[in-house]
């Protein structure tokens, strides 16, 4: 998705831009939805996470 976010506004923008990306998601999911989808939506929050780790990992050092 571009270059790494190393700023905290950026880390906070990069966060808003994925949450929008999977409420979209989650949005087009119908009836018609295969599992295939839901897998696709869990890696996605599945590497969500891991960027909020890193992100918290990098405020904390920042902090210290």
């Given at each position: 998705m571009g270059k790494a976010a190393e700023h905290k506004l950026e880390q906070i923008?990069?966060?808003q831009n994925r949450l929008?990306?999977?409420e979209q998601m989650?949005?087009?999911l119908d009836e018609m939805s295969t599992s295939h989808d839901l897998?696709?939506?869990m890696a996605q929050f599945q590497a969500l996470t891991t960027k909020?780790?890193?992100?918290?990992?990098?405020?904390?050092?920042a902090s210290s």
């Open positions: 923008h990069y966060l929008a990306l999977i989650v949005g087009s897998d696709q939506l909020i780790n890193r992100f918290k990992e990098d405020w904390q050092k």
